[in-house]
C-alpha cells in the first residue's frame, strides 16, 4: 500500500479491463514521473471522451453528436444495415472498405447465463428502423461465436417476416473470436461471401 | 462446456463439468484470437475432452479435443439454444467446485443435450425432463404418485412444491394446486423416461408441466436462474392459442 492519492491511483488504473495490480502499479509511477504537460493532455482527452462522446441515437455507435458520422454521411447506402455487437466491430468493419451501407448497433449478445435477453438489447430500435421499408438488406455481423451465432439466429427470425433480405457473414471467420481481431481481409472475404438466411 | 467468459483482452475463463472433478474452471488463453484453433471447441454445449496443468489461482488449459459439437447444432435453433442454456446453468448450480466425482449430473447432462441436438423431442420436454432428473439427482426428487408426506399410493388431486410433490387428502396442506391428472401423468413420464406417453402430451399438459417444474426448481435453488425466464416458447404458446 501507499500513501494516499498514489494507491487512489493505482486503485483506479486496477479497474480498467487488462490492467492488473502489476501493470497499474508501473502506470501509476510512470504517470508520477512524466513532464506535467503530458499528464495534462491525457487528463484532457479523459475529460472530452466524456463530455464530447456519446452514443448515435439512430445506430448506437459512438457518435460526437446526436448521430454519428456514418449515420450523416450522404454518400453511404441507406438501403443495407449491417448489425454488429459492439462499436469496435464497426471500426473493424470500416478498416476492410467493404461495405458502403450503414450499421446498427446492438449493444452486446444475447446471452441467457448472464441474463441478458433480446429485451435488453437494442432489438426494438433495430425493428423501428426497419418499419419503414427503406432498408432492403440486413446484414448480421454479429460475433462468430456461440452467443453470436444464436443472436444471428434470433434477428433472422425476427426480421424475415418483415420481408428483409437477411444474410449472415460468410463463415469463412474462425469460429469462437471475437469479430474486432479478425484481420481486414479475412473479414473483407466474409462480406463478399455472406450468405441469404432463408425466412423459416 | 458449462460457461465461458471474457478476460482481458483476448483470454476466456471456462467453467466445464467433468465426469470425476466435478465442476472446475480454467483459464484459456489467446481464444478469443481469430486465429486460435482451440477456441472454437472451447464454445458452450460442447463435449470436449480437455487437458489442464496447474496455475496460479485457476487452472490453465492446455490442450482441447472435441468428442461431440453440440454448440453448432444447438446455436441455429433459438429455442433449443435458450432451453438448453437452463440446462447448463442449473448443471452449474446443483454440482461443486470441490473435485469429487459428477458421474450422475454428468451423464444426465449430456446425454440430455445429445437428445436436444439430435431432434429427439420437443426442445421444452426435453428440459423438463432433465430439470426434474437432476434434481432428483441432487436430493430433490418430487413425488408424482404416491403421497410425498405419508407414502399412501396415489394417485391423488393436490400438489404441493413445498412438501414435494403430490399429496394425499388427508395430508394436503390449504393453497396446494391442483393440476390436470393428464399433466401429472406426464411429469411422472418425463421423471422415469417413459418418453412414448410423454411425446404424446398435449399443448395444454406440456405448459402446465413446465409451471410446476419451474415452480419446483426455483424452490430449491437458491436465487433461482437467470436463463429459465427467457426460454423460448413462442412456438408452445402459439399452439396453445390455437388449441383454444
Ligand atoms: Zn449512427
Ligand atoms: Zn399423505
Redesign the pocket.
Known sequence: MYEGAVQELIDELGRLPGVGPKSAQRIAFHLLAADQADVQRLVDALHHVKERVSF?Q??G?I?ESE??R??TDPKRDASVLCVVEEPKDVVAIERTREFRGR?HVLGGSINPIEGVGPEDLRIRELLGRLSDGSILEVILATDPNLEGEATATYLARTISPLGVSVSRLASGLPVGGDLEYADEVTLGRAFEGRRRIESG | MLRTQKLGEADRIITILTRRNGRIRAVARGVRKTSSRIGARLEPFNHVDVQLYEGKSLDNVSQVETIDPIGGKIAGDYAKWTAGTVMLETAERLTSEEREPTVQQYALLVSGLRSMAGDEHAPTLILDAYLLRSLAVAGFSPSFDECARCGQPGPHKAFNIQAGGMMCPGCRPPGSAAPSPMTVALLGALLSGDWDTADQAAQRERTEASGLVAAFLQWHIERGLRSLPLVDRTWTNHAHVQNL
Open positions: 448515435c439512430t445506430c455507435n457518435a448521430q454519428c456514418i449515420c450499421y
